[in-house]
């Protein structure tokens, strides 16, 4: 039987090197050979973007995104998660088997209070909404980058935890995370993230993206002396290279008289090289938004009846069904 693949991406804002390469890209060569289900959590968004223009224009963008990427309809089901609410429905469920403890120690939440956001309890219960995400469809891995570990623990104790109080219901899933693209650096040296206004950006115009490139943090080192490796730059092009072009770059960074400035100038080729032939299918997508609606649509009908069963299930072992 073929494995089961589950990941969503939240529309709040352009999606970024750091979500291509930790889980956007994986998803897609994952399709060859799986059962792939590939979604755009919205209810999610909700909890931080609350705009209607914004909120919407996000979530055609991000979909766009991925179709233009590669993701291929046909192969994997992709939709929006609002369109399926089953999965609310799910959660509530889950609330009942989820300590409040498990929550608070959840640090995406407690880093989110550190920056200032007020948080309401959607933020709070944003763990079960994606636990039941992944429960509902009974998913066997889940590609994500290392900021969503910690998640995928919750996950896994609340599905533990629901099986041992009803019976062997939940599948358990297993998370999938690449130790290369776990972690990208934004142009700071932090984790490239959508809320810390640090990212390249996938789909950004030549001029944006060179000054995006050209803003990467760097040291102070001499020319003269060889160049740390442990840095935005270096890991950020290693994204883009080969084992050999990579061992090529170390060497580069390791003798005296790199200059940072002719990297980031490669570095601006390379990342333009790599998403050109992107870019016109994506204008292409951009065109037709009710041609992707469509596709959505249809996703979203397949996901509800998978998602469906798994619920019947659910609501047979806890007693909901009568
Ligand atoms: P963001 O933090 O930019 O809002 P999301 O939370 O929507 O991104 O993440 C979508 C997916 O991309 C998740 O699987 C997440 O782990 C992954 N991801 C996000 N940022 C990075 C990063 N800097 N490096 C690797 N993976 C990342
Ligand atoms: N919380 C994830 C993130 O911010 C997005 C997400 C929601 C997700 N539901 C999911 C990821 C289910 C994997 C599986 O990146």
Redesign the pocket.
């Known amino acids: 039987m073929k494995q089961r693949i589950l ?1 969503g ?2 529309p ?1 804002g352009q999606l ?1 090197l ?2 291509y ?3 956007m890209s994986r998803m897609i060569r994952y399709q060859e050979e799986n059962d792939l289900f590939c979604f755009i959590v919205n209810y999610h968004a909700l909890t931080t973007v609350q705009e209607r223009d914004r909120l919407r224009r996000n979530t055609i963008e991000a979909a766009c995104d991925f179709l233009a990427l590669g993701l291929d309809p046909s192969r994997a089901t992709f939709w929006v998660q609002g369109d399926v609410p089953q999965v609310t429905e799910l959660t509530w469920i889950l609330s009942n088997v989820t300590s409040l403890g498990l929550l608070e120690r959840a640090t995406s939440y407690k880093d989110k209070i550190a920056k200032g956001i007020t948080p309401n309890v959607g933020l709070f219960s944003y763990p079960i909404l994606m636990a039941a995400d992944i429960l509902c469809f009974g998913a066997h891995r889940v590609p ?5 570990k910690q998640h995928l623990e919750i996950t896994r104790d609340i599905a533990l935890r629901f099986n041992h109080i009803f019976g062997d219901t939940l599948v358990v899933p297993e998370p999938d995370i690449d130790q290369q ?4 650096p934004g142009i700071d040296g932090q ?5 810390y206004h640090n990212t390249i950006p996938i789909f950004i115009d030549d001029k944006e993206l060179k000054k995006r490139v050209f803003s990467i943090v760097t040291d102070s080192t001499p020319i003269e002396e060889p160049k740390d490796k442990n840095t935005p730059l270096f890991h950020i092009y290693s994204l883009f290279l080969t084992d050999t072009e990579r061992q090529e770059l170390a060497r580069r960074f390791d003798t005296p008289g790199l200059r940072y400035g002719d990297v980031k100038k490669e570095l601006y080729e390379r990342i333009r090289a790599f998403i050109t032939p992107y870019r016109e299918k994506r204008e292409e997508y951009l065109r037709h938004e009710d041609d992707v609606r469509d596709i959505l649509a249809e996703g979203a009908r397949k996901a509800r009846e998978v998602a469906q069963q798994y619920l019947d299930r659910v609501r047979t072992v806890t007693g909901l069904n009568y």
């Open positions: 990941s991406i939240q709040s970024h750091g979500n390469f930790g889980m994500v980058g290392k900021d969503q693209t776990q972690l990208v984790k490239m993230s959508k809320s």
